[in-house]
T-cell receptor
Framework: GAVVSQHPSWVICKSGTSVKIECRSL??????MFWYRQFPKQSLMLMAT?????????EQGVEKDKFLINHASLTLSTLTVTSAHPEDSSFYIC?????????????FGPGTRLTVL | KNEVEQSPQNLTAQEGEFITINCSYS?????LHWLQQHPGGGIVSLFM???GKKKHGRLIATINIQEKHSSLHITASHPRDSAVYIC??????????FGQGTRLTINP
């Protein structure tokens, strides 16, 4: 199947700093990528939909000024957690579908574990 | 009430047992996904289905659109099947809504 990579796989940072997470589709073009957050023992929650060449669409309750998403190319989307605080500590996962329409299998990145001290 | 409900939340079984995980949803969907999440966090897509039944190795997934219900079955379970299994429904434009997951532990 298709491959999605994330970098870094884990990061520890001080409160107040910004952290950038990269999500790459390695063998297909991803016009749409999704960013999820997962707290311990909980399921994934969609944060935003990242569209290549346009602004991301954020889910209700997700601060777009805090979680900056850039989808500059068909293979790369980035999520920047700005002025991170301990409550932002979580597991962040991206995904993409291999095609542009409905009924497409989704491929998930391996996730990035963020710990804010 | 969540839009996607899974049962059981936790399941422990002995190696070799037949496993069933259930998923019910309350919204209209275009497709349903079964995902597997290992302890390290990585997620693998097991099935995507919109009707009927699919089989891959020891895994079988079924869906009943009228009853808004899907099941994931594992035959001849093995300790390496231990993981969290997540049901997710797709409501359009590939956007997924996730169940809370079922933590499966298979003991040798």
């Amino acid at each position: 199947g298709a491959v999605v990579s994330q970098h870094p796989s884990w990061v520890i940072c001080k409160s107040g700093t910004s952290v950038k997470i990269e999500c790459r589709s390695l063998d297909f073009q991803a016009t749409t990528m999704f960013w999820y957050r997962q707290f311990p023992k909980q399921s994934l929650m969609l944060m935003a939909t990242s569209n290549e060449g346009s602004k991301a669409t954020y889910e209700q309750g997700v601060e777009k000024d805090k979680f900056l998403i850039n989808h500059a190319s068909l293979t790369l989307s980035t999520l920047t957690v700005t002025s991170a605080h301990p409550e932002d500590s979580s597991f962040y996962i991206c995904s993409s579908a291999s095609g542009g329409g409905y009924y497409n299998e989704q491929f998930f990145g391996p996730g990035t574990r963020l710990t804010v001290l | 009430k969540n839009e996607v409900e899974q049962s059981p939340q936790n399941l422990t079984a002995q190696e070799g047992e037949f496993i069933t995980i259930n998923c019910s949803y309350s919204v209209g969907i275009s497709a349903l996904h079964w995902l597997q999440q290992h302890p390290g966090g990585g997620i693998v897509s097991l099935f995507m289905l919109s009707s009927g039944k699919k089989k891959h190795g020891r895994l079988i997934a079924t869906i009943n659109i009228q009853e808004k219900h899907s099941s994931l079955h594992i035959t001849a379970s093995h300790p390496r099947d231990s993981a969290v299994y997540i049901c997710a429904v797709e409501q359009g434009a590939q956007k997924l809504v996730f169940g809370q997951g079922t933590r499966l532990t298979i003991n040798p």
